[in-house]
């Protein structure tokens, strides 16, 4: 019989609650809830710099699945916890929300919105070693499953301070426990570009071929994030930052006018990326349609006659990077992204207009290159606007509303609707003889649609396919996009399988990425797969999506014995065929478009695809080259 103290208790129920509702504290249990266990720890350690006394990071992955976070901070305290009467390092790992907060007088500021805390990383993990380095010592502490199983000792003399955090994600919780080295790194090198100075290395001893590493420092902060993501555009403007403390709340903002046509801004409170906007987001922008609008008055470029720019024409090709810190972060929102602290609007707009005005003032040539292009940007968005009523006032004419070349479904429910986007007039007949028409609709596309990483919004409107598509989808486009309007919940790709095909397809998704960016974020489009290889042997057909699926039906027979087909285009089926392998939901394959939390990194590869840069292209290339499979050619 074992006494149990109070605390002891507390701490089992709390392992309990963790373990049996492990989305509650971490989101989900799949890839997105194994990453979060790294970004907790991470978040630790981001702290112990925040409070200025940790300089580097260290994240390695094992062979074993196991991940380990070290930092040269203060190190973990290991005094008894006057309450608890355990050592403080072992309060702070399994007691939940202990996390780092105890004791007072803590950090300023802290990553509030995972901080659920180490002890919930603890929970999950089939065990976790603490080691800390302190006051001339080394010490460990060990547990499994969130308990104790080695208490706190001693383990030999050692110099320096800081934390090793080793854990091993326990696979009865998590369904995968392969972490990615791409979701990783992208978090790592924001956290190192949002932490000045701070440097964070990753490293993955899990490579057959040997260990892969690689460091992120950034002198530059912010700025060198707007460096970084405008790196193959076209600047109009020099990185022009502030950064000022008011009221204890800590704002930096970098921006750069780019010659594109996309608003590339990420807001940050405490290291978060605040997706859903909000108060410092606001106060930004205000301040840049504000001084932007009042300097060209001043100038008389903006007569008075004419209306002000609006805010996005004034945002049109900005690149900018908003990172906040303060005390009491309070985060709203569907998805708890959203920044409600109503006094960093005032904060955040005074610091980027005061600046602003600064470089308007010194630099008139760039000032009028700036106003310049907001003024396209409104004349271009005016006559989209014409455009857009023109087709709908010739819509109400026409009936419905929809487009000619629209083969509909029956269904007018959203969630049981599909629409196949296919290449070509001719395989869009075939694909309409092989639908189901009460669940699937057609839509031909002839030829390429329009780049609209190269044009702005009124040239897109004047591009057939675009309009086309715009009507099909019902949910418009662009910041008038609703995608409680959209039409169908699966939007197929249908293309070939050749170079015309993957163009179409990355034209398509770029189109999409840029314009209807939430139907990517939900998970509403998709990539059909047709076969590349119709087999037959006697009475016997196989289909064969790749070269290995083709050697499988072989199957170590001579090939001779079968009657191959090669398909270069859709076109080459016949309705029954196109529907068995690609359309019917019992026998096709879909691949879902997915955007993982590092939006970065899609919005850099959309820029080297599909920009006006051709360097950066040819490079994408050349490094891609290698691993190209079935070229046609
Ligand atoms: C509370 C107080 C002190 C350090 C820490 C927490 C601390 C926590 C973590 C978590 C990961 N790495 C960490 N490094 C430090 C400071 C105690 C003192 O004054 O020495």
């Given at each position: 019989?074992?006494?149990?103290?109070?605390?002891?208790?507390?701490?089992?129920?709390?392992?309990?609650?963790v373990?049996?509702?492990?989305?509650?504290y971490i989101g989900?249990?799949?890839?997105r809830g194994l990453h979060q266990l790294v970004y907790e720890v991470v978040d630790n350690a981001v702290d112990e710099a925040l409070a200025g006394c940790c300089r580097n990071i260290r994240v390695v992955l094992y062979?074993d699945g196991s991940c380990s976070v070290e930092d040269d901070g203060r190190g973990i305290p290991i005094d008894?916890h006057?309450?608890?009467?355990?050592p403080a390092v072992e309060v702070a790992m399994t007691l939940l929300h202990a996390g780092g907060k105890f004791g007072k007088g803590g950090y300023k500021v802290s990553g509030g919105l995972h901080g659920v805390g180490v002890s919930v990383v603890n929970a999950l993990s089939e065990w976790m070693v603490t080691r800390v380095h302190r006051d001339g010592w080394l010490y460990e502490i060990r547990f499994?499953?969130g308990?104790t199983?080695?208490?706190l000792?001693?383990l030999?003399?050692a110099e320096g301070t800081g934390t090793i955090q080793h854990f091993k994600p326990d696979?009865?919780?998590?369904?995968?426990?392969?972490f990615s080295w791409k979701i990783l790194e992208a978090r790592l090198r924001e956290l190192a570009f949002l932490n000045r100075g701070l440097s964070i290395i990753l490293r993955d001893e899990r490579?057959?071929?040997?260990p892969r590493e690689r460091g992120y420092m950034y002198e530059g902060g912010i700025?060198s994030f707007?460096?970084?993501?405008?790196?193959?555009?076209?600047?109009?403007?020099?990185?022009?930052?502030?950064?000022?403390?008011?009221?204890?709340?800590d704002?930096e903002?970098?921006?750069?006018?780019?010659?594109?046509?996309?608003?590339?801004?990420?807001?940050y409170a405490n290291n978060i990326n605040t997706?859903?906007?909000?108060?410092?987001?606001?106060?930004?922008?205000?301040?840049?349609?504000?001084?932007?609008?009042?300097?060209?008055?001043?100038?008389?470029?903006?007569?008075?006659?004419?209306?002000?720019?609006?805010?996005?024409?004034?945002?049109?090709?900005?690149?900018?990077i908003?990172s906040v810190k303060l005390q009491d972060p309070?985060f709203?929102?569907?998805?708890?992204?959203?920044?409600?602290?109503?006094?960093?609007?005032?904060?955040?707009?005074?610091?980027?207009?005061?600046?602003?005005?600064?470089?308007?003032?010194?630099?008139?040539?760039?000032?009028?290159?700036?106003?310049?292009?907001?003024?396209?940007?409104?004349?271009?968005?005016?006559?989209?606007?014409?455009?857009?009523?023109?087709?709908?006032?010739?819509?109400?004419?026409?009936?419905?509303?929809?487009?000619?070349?629209?083969?509909?479904?029956?269904?007018?429910?959203?969630?049981?609707?599909?629409?196949?986007?296919?290449?070509?007039?001719?395989?869009?007949?075939?694909?309409?003889?092989?639908?189901?028409?009460?669940?699937?609709?057609?839509?031909?596309?002839?030829?390429?649609?329009?780049?609209?990483?190269?044009?702005?919004?009124?040239?897109?409107?004047?591009?057939?396919?675009?309009?086309?598509?715009?009507?099909?989808?019902?949910?418009?486009?662009?910041?008038?996009?609703?995608?409680?309007?959209?039409?169908?919940?699966?939007?197929?790709?249908?293309?070939?399988?050749?170079?015309?095909?993957?163009?179409?397809?990355?034209?398509?998704?770029?189109?999409?990425?840029?314009?209807?960016?939430?139907?990517?974020?939900?998970?509403?489009?998709?990539?059909?797969?047709?076969?590349?290889?119709?087999?037959?042997?006697?009475?016997?057909?196989?289909?064969?999506?790749?070269?290995?699926?083709?050697?499988?039906?072989?199957?170590?027979?001579?090939?001779?014995?079968?009657?191959?087909?090669?398909?270069?285009?859709?076109?080459?089926?016949?309705?029954?065929?196109?529907?068995?392998?690609?359309?019917?939901?019992?026998?096709?394959?879909?691949?879902?478009?997915?955007?993982?939390e590092a939006?970065e990194?899609?919005?850099?590869?959309?820029?080297?695809?599909?920009?006006?840069?051709?360097?950066?292209?040819?490079?994408?290339?050349?490094?891609?080259?290698?691993?190209?499979?079935?070229?046609?050619?």
């Amino acid at each position: 019989m074992q006494d149990y103290t109070g605390e002891q208790i507390e701490v089992l129920r709390g392992l309990e609650a963790v373990r049996k509702r492990p989305g509650m504290y971490i989101g989900n249990t799949a890839e997105r809830g194994l990453h979060q266990l790294v970004y907790e720890v991470v978040d630790n350690a981001v702290d112990e710099a925040l409070a200025g006394c940790c300089r580097n990071i260290r994240v390695v992955l094992y062979k074993d699945g196991s991940c380990s976070v070290e930092d040269d901070g203060r190190g973990i305290p290991i005094d008894i916890h006057a309450e608890e009467k355990l050592p403080a390092v072992e309060v702070a790992m399994t007691l939940l929300h202990a996390g780092g907060k105890f004791g007072k007088g803590g950090y300023k500021v802290s990553g509030g919105l995972h901080g659920v805390g180490v002890s919930v990383v603890n929970a999950l993990s089939e065990w976790m070693v603490t080691r800390v380095h302190r006051d001339g010592w080394l010490y460990e502490i060990r547990f499994e499953r969130g308990v104790t199983s080695q208490k706190l000792k001693r383990l030999s003399r050692a110099e320096g301070t800081g934390t090793i955090q080793h854990f091993k994600p326990d696979p009865q919780v998590f369904e995968t426990l392969d972490f990615s080295w791409k979701i990783l790194e992208a978090r790592l090198r924001e956290l190192a570009f949002l932490n000045r100075g701070l440097s964070i290395i990753l490293r993955d001893e899990r490579p057959d071929e040997g260990p892969r590493e690689r460091g992120y420092m950034y002198e530059g902060g912010i700025v060198s994030f707007v460096e970084w993501l405008n790196e193959n555009k076209e600047s109009l403007t020099p990185v022009i930052s502030t950064n000022g403390e008011r009221d204890g709340v800590d704002v930096e903002c970098a921006l750069q006018w780019q010659d594109g046509y996309n608003e590339v801004v990420y807001a940050y409170a405490n290291n978060i990326n605040t997706i859903e906007g909000g108060m410092h987001l606001t106060g930004f922008r205000t301040a840049i349609s504000g001084k932007v609008n009042e300097y060209a008055r001043k100038r008389g470029m903006l007569k008075e006659s004419e209306a002000n720019l609006s805010t996005d024409d004034c945002m049109e090709g900005l690149t900018a990077i908003i990172s906040v810190k303060l005390q009491d972060p309070q985060f709203e929102g569907q998805t708890k992204t959203k920044l409600g602290n109503a006094k960093i609007r005032p904060i955040v707009n005074s610091l980027v207009t005061e600046r602003l005005d600064f470089f308007l003032e010194e630099n008139p040539k760039i000032a009028r290159a700036i106003v310049d292009k907001c003024m396209q940007a409104q004349r271009a968005r005016e006559a989209a606007k014409k455009a857009r009523d023109l087709t709908r006032r010739k819509n109400v004419l026409e009936g419905s509303g929809l487009p000619g070349k629209l083969v509909d479904c029956k269904t007018t429910d959203p969630a049981l609707s599909e629409i196949f986007l296919v290449e070509g007039d001719s395989a869009g007949g075939t694909a309409k003889g092989g639908r189901d028409p009460n669940t699937q609709a057609i839509l031909p596309l002839r030829g390429k649609i329009l780049n609209v990483e190269k044009a702005r919004i009124d040239k897109m409107l004047a591009n057939e396919e675009i309009r086309t598509m715009i009507t099909a989808l019902g949910a418009g486009f662009g910041d008038d996009f609703d995608v409680a309007k959209l039409r169908y919940h699966k939007i197929i790709i249908m293309t070939d399988a050749d170079v015309d095909g993957s163009h179409i397809r990355t034209l398509l998704l770029t189109f999409f990425y840029r314009k209807m960016k939430p139907l990517i974020e939900r998970g509403f489009v998709y990539i059909a797969q047709p076969p590349l290889y119709g087999i037959r042997k006697g009475k016997k057909q196989w289909w064969a999506f790749n070269e290995a699926e083709l050697q499988q039906v072989f199957d170590g027979a001579d090939p001779k014995e079968f009657t191959i087909q090669q398909f270069k285009g859709l076109g080459e089926m016949d309705a029954e065929q196109l529907a068995e392998t690609t359309m019917e939901p019992a026998s096709r394959r879909l691949k879902r478009v997915e955007l993982d939390e590092a939006g970065e990194e899609a919005e850099k590869v959309f820029t080297e695809l599909m920009g006006e840069r051709v360097e950066p292209r040819k490079l994408f290339i050349q490094e891609y080259a290698r691993t190209v499979r079935n070229l046609d050619l």
